[in-house]
């Protein structure tokens, strides 16, 4: 028998493949004790990967071998289709009690991620209290503070000193878990401040802790939308922030490992929304086919139409092609130079703008900026470009047709890499998520019409 | 005269365009005091937000204004082309006073960020002591644990209780500003493990340290990638971790804020590099106009070396063109979707195995999904093209043609799209970095040699 969860992890922490071809092999063994034992050590993020990673029949096998003690943190870090199923295995009754165990801001999470009629079946056999408090947490929008929200929490009355607070710590069984900071509230349970836990430890017994709270640390509007919380959290080092209602009281905190994972999923979908993949959840990778398939059809069908409208702007120019076929082979060349310097400009505005170091007050020195980039690598392209294509088809005004269309679209897609997020920034759309379609439909129809409307002015 | 520090910020906790304007004008106005009573209580991020907003010379004023209580946790929040001018304007002796008072991860972050002259400006106008600690630093990789770690932290003996701990913790000034945990060592000063402060503040006086450590706490060797620490974190909730030398003495810890840091920036970049920006430092926003056009050119010309190649595949079948022009217009339409599909399923693939959700135990199953996904889009497409074309050109032949080559290369652009960053990445080379260059060649010359080499092939 193998050293059990000894070695599950190879040396860069990660689940060994090895480990879970032993674990599907036990599975399909229907050696259920076996396979309980290989993944008894298991750390629950790690057995939320191996879920991951096993196939449908032997996830549905493990969940039915760990049924009995099921451990409830596994299910916030699975990926939203992997975690259905993990439902449909466990049964809504015990999924139910699964989230009871989960501190309040996972339950709201898991739930929230639920459709509508399976999170009715999952509520409905919950107690009445959690049932409440995961209602209550749903009832704030998706993207806000209040879903982030832990409302588990220590809080001191702002009278209390160090020593009293010391003293009520060790004598309740009533604290969260794990906590950061401790809160000091006034008598109508307002946050007057946060005293990071370094601060009891290092004060005398007779402190007040109104004395010791960080004076930098700011009460979240439980409205406050969860991008602007990171932004925050980032920019102030905050480890644990209050979160109050409208009415000032203190309802819950925020901590810094939930920013983490609102940066990392932030961060991650923007690389796929600027690829045209639709990024409902952290991960598409377990996916069906045909819902794969069926999340990229749209952004694909939009494509298709951008690429039609390019066609059309060849069309125009059917005749200069017959006459001259040369053309057709180097009209490529321009419109592909400009999306892709096009897609260097927007990349870098959508990453100023996530990370906001792009606003109004520097937006204009920047579209100079990237207009002169386009500019300058514009000549030295029609450089390269017109001569090779000059040694190639042995035709000065072709070299000098391609070489101007050069410079043209580069400088267009600098222009549009930099305007159409923008754009899409202030009307309130997201500049990830369709900027490369537009940009690349501007330097498509700028790089074919200057191309083959130069060619066909200047050498027919 | 205006509030001080009242209106800096906006309602989402940036500063606010009008304020970076008064500050400007203030510098303009040659007016220091004033300048100076505006930025008096900004948090230092931002202050460096300030800073890097302004433009170059009023940056150099300001930094004159404020030079005599200059904050040194300013430096390591700035971008790299902004805190070079912030070193200019300072001068070597002032920069190197400041990094002095920085904690000893953040002055070796702002040290490993100079070029190898300025830093030896800088390090020689150091005390001894702090020179060393910087060195020592800087001697550990640029990716590793080593130079993500602060040495500031608090350690305890294994026998000593939490009595005895809060005792010393009063009594002491040598403990840093701000700490998460206390590590426990034994007598050689290896860690024995991590105790998270709220177990010390719940725990009674008699309890033993070495009872109350988090048994899933693993100590990080100090040549540990920085991404696999950040997986670690991450994957475990650490919030604070100690590093170890190779003899397994503790010399530094690693604390979640520097894991934020490290996640947010390699998410970044990701995108960057996806889009062909090489991203050397977080961001390349502040960055002079020749800079960035340099930056930029080495991927653009790589570009126009895969341009050309599908340049040339057209030529192949220059005197097919010449006979149909029809085929002109139609041929960029399944290297643009190609290129799309491919973008999409690569964005996937290099998401997933950032996220080490992709590895050896699923590749073959999620590459079968990519290629089906291309097959079922593939037909779809085909349908839809066909028809316009055939709607378009009238010419049953040339839909059937266009259609094929569709399917063919939506499939190839799926296969691409998994294999290319799997082959990179067992490689060892970074799979967002390059991976669309590899993708575009293969989407463009199937692209266009299936569709012209077809019609040649059926309709000619």
Redesign the interface.
């Given at each position: 028998m193998l050293p059990v969860g000894e070695d599950a992890l190879d040396e860069?922490?990660?689940?060994d493949?090895a480990f879970?071809?032993d674990v599907a092999a036990a599975l399909r063994a229907d050696d259920k004790p076996w396979a309980r034992s290989l993944v008894s050590d298991l750390?629950y993020?790690?057995m939320a990967?191996l879920l991951?990673?096993l196939?449908r029949e032997d996830r549905r096998l493990l969940v039915e071998a760990i049924r009995d003690d099921f451990n409830a943190d596994v299910l916030p870090e699975l990926?939203a289709d992997v975690r259905d199923e993990v439902m449909d295995a466990l049964g809504f009754e015990d999924f139910a009690t699964a989230l009871t165990e989960l501190d309040s801001d996972d339950a709201v999470y898991v739930a929230g991620k639920l459709d509508a009629a399976e999170r009715d079946q999952v509520l409905a056999r919950m107690p009445q209290a959690t049932r409440a408090l995961i209602e209550h947490g749903l009832s704030y929008a998706e993207s806000s503070a209040g879903r982030l929200m832990q409302r588990e929490l220590v809080a001191v009355p702002n009278y209390w000193t160090v020593g009293e607070t010391?003293d009520y710590?060790?004598s309740t069984r009533t604290?969260p878990d794990?906590?950061?900071a401790i809160f000091v509230v006034d008598p109508r349970h307002r946050p007057q401040g946060v005293v990071?836990?370094?601060r009891?430890?290092?004060?005398?017994r007779p402190v007040k802790m109104a004395d010791i709270v960080d004076p930098?640390i700011?009460v979240i509007p439980v409205d406050m939308?969860r991008e602007?919380v990171a932004?925050?959290?980032?920019?102030?080092?905050f480890?644990a922030a209050p979160v109050a209602d409208k009415s000032g009281r203190l309802i819950g905190q925020i901590t810094?490992?939930d920013?983490?994972d609102v940066?990392?999923e932030e961060?991650?979908q923007?690389?796929?929304k600027?690829?045209?993949?639709r990024a409902t959840d952290?991960?598409?990778?377990y996916r069906s086919?045909?819902s794969?398939?069926q999340s990229?059809?749209l952004?694909?069908?939009i494509?298709?139409g951008?690429?039609?409208l390019?066609?059309s702007v060849?069309?125009i120019f059917?005749?200069s092609?017959?006459k001259l076929?040369?053309?057709?082979?180097?009209?490529?060349?321009c419109?592909?130079?400009g999306g892709?310097?096009g897609?260097?400009t927007?990349?870098?505005v959508?990453?100023?703008l996530?990370?906001?170091?792009?606003?109004?007050?520097?937006a204009l020195?920047?579209a100079w900026?990237e207009i002169?980039?386009g500019l300058?690598?514009g000549f030295?392209?029609a450089a390269?470009?017109g001569a090779?294509a000059y040694l190639w088809f042995k035709d000065p005004l072709l070299a000098i047709v391609i070489a101007s269309a050069m410079i043209i679209n580069l400088i267009a897609a600098g222009f549009a890499g930099i305007a159409i997020p923008l754009v899409l920034d202030r009307w309130g759309a997201d500049p990830?998520d369709s900027a490369v379609v537009f940009l690349t439909t501007v330097t498509?129809v700028v790089g074919f019409f200057s191309f083959l409307g130069l060619a066909t002015w200047i050498m027919l």
């Open positions: 860069g922490f990660e689940l493949p879970v071809e750390h993020a790690d990967d991951e990673r196939d990926a010391i710590l060790r604290t794990k906590f950061h990071e836990l370094h009891v430890l290092t004060s005398k930098e700011d939308d602007e932004f925050l959290f980032r920019q102030r080092n480890s810094i490992d920013v983490v940066i990392d961060a991650g923007d690389i796929l600027f690829a045209g993949v952290e991960s598409s990778l086919i045909m794969t398939a990229r059809f952004w694909l069908f494509n298709l951008t690429a039609f390019a066609s060849i069309g059917e005749s092609i017959e076929s040369a053309l057709a082979v180097l009209m490529p060349i419109a592909s130079m892709n310097a897609t260097q927007l990349a870098t959508v990453r100023a996530a990370t906001r170091d792009l606003n109004a007050s520097n020195r920047i900026k002169f980039v300058i690598n030295l392209f390269i470009t090779i990830a498509d």
